[in-house]
């Protein structure tokens, strides 16, 4: 599945932002990756799974956020689970 960064205003605090991460895929069919914060700053850059940029501007007018701009990316490293990161593959 595709992968996204976006970068909008936080309306959220540090608490929340860790639940997101661990939220089930929407139905958008868009999940957190991860997420990026600037707290003194209010700036969130937020790394997503989902179909296309569209699912992923759905995903935050949902809750009524405007990203400041979304783009497709690749990672460098693959994405591994928390708990997983440092463990050799099998």
Request: hydrophobic letters at 40%.
């Amino acid at each position: 599945m595709p992968v996204f960064l976006d970068v909008h205003k936080v309306p959220f605090g540090e608490d929340q932002l860790k639940e997101l991460c661990m939220a089930p895929r929407d139905e958008f069919g868009v999940s957190h990756v991860n997420l990026f914060y600037n707290k003194d700053a209010g700036v969130c850059f937020c790394l997503l799974e989902g179909p296309d940029v569209d699912s992923i501007e759905k995903h935050h007018a949902k809750v009524n956020i405007k990203c400041e701009w979304i783009t497709e990316v690749s990672m460098a490293r693959p994405f591994m689970p928390p708990g997983q990161l440092g463990q050799p593959s099998t």
